[in-house]
């Protein structure tokens, strides 16, 4: 089972996260987009931060729709409306939900990938974060239905998340400012994709380390 005292832990973990590789999601935006990824995300990820004593009295749900609304008022560009997005389905899948089962996690998951591509109006194949967070729902459900428990299955799920996001290496970007470069958005991996490749990592490691 997942606690809201873990969600919590996750949320503040990614937050710090992001904070040290601020400098580095930046130079990567820089290269292909608009050089504000890391400045951005670090900005909406403090506020979150900032609201951690009264997230504490929240349940799961209401958690999530905070931190969807705080992001989307706080991250420029289009990750505040993506990662808005992202959480916001987070918030509908764990509704009444005290704590989360392997089974809630996947629905969460397959609900915020959902809610990136429908925000985002984006596919596999564009060199967004949907190239990151479509693998790792894929490898989670597939562990799930083979009955493995909710760490064991998010291990995979951060593995296929780091393979999908090393593929956008060699993609061509469909979407957003890093299209306009054409051929020249080959070679770097996405920002978006690398900051999402942290969100789930962060989630993995907060519940390694809650197992012992």
């Known amino acids: 089972m997942i606690t809201q005292v873990q969600i919590l832990e996750w949320l503040q973990l990614f937050a710090s996260v ?57 991250v420029g560009g289009v990750s505040g409306p993506l990662y808005g997005a992202w959480f916001l389905m987070a918030s509908s899948a764990t509704t009444g939900k005290a704590e989360l089962t392997a089974t809630d996690m996947l629905k969460l998951l397959q609900a915020g990938l959902q809610g990136v591509i429908d925000r985002g109006k984006t596919q596999l194949g564009d060199k967004t974060m949907v190239d990151v967070l479509g693998p790792a729902v894929k490898a989670f459900e597939q562990a799930i239905s083979e009955g493995k428990e909710t760490v064991a299955a998010l291990r995979l799920a951060v593995t296929a998340a780091e393979e999908g996001l090393q593929q956008t290496v060699k993609m061509l970007a469909k979407k957003g400012r890093a299209s306009y470069l054409g051929e020249k958005s080959i070679g770097h991996p996405d920002p978006g994709g690398t900051s999402a490749y942290w969100m789930l990592r962060s989630l993995l490691e907060v519940l390694e380390v809650s197992r012992f």
């Open 18 to 74: 992001i904070e040290h590789q601020k400098e580095e999601l930046t130079e990567l935006d820089a290269a292909i987009g608009d050089a504000d990824h890391g400045i951005n995300m670090n900005r909406g990820l403090k506020k979150v931060r900032a609201l951690m004593p009264s997230l504490r009295e929240q349940e799961i749900s209401s958690i999530f729709k905070t931190v969807s609304m705080t992001l989307i008022s706080h």
